[in-house]
């Protein structure tokens, strides 16, 4: 994952849980109004939403 997409999930992610924001949309624009590429936001809400998603999977059996 490039440094700068990382660092966008951390910014998102602690926006949202030291802010309480729940909206995708209102967290987007906080991102970019603190200087992250519109494109690195939209890469690192998909990076979270994977992880998120990967969370809530069931387990695998092999």
């Not at 987007?28 to 990967?54: C, K, L, M, N, Q």
Request: net charge negative.
């Amino acid at each position: 994952m490039d440094p700068t997409v990382f660092d966008a999930v951390r910014f998102l992610v602690n926006q949202a849980r030291l802010t309480g924001i729940g909206s995708l949309a209102a967290l987007r624009s906080d991102a970019i109004a603190a200087g992250f590429v519109p494109d690195d936001v939209d890469t690192a809400i998909a990076v979270w939403a994977g992880y998120e998603r990967g969370k809530c999977a069931p387990p695998v059996n092999d």
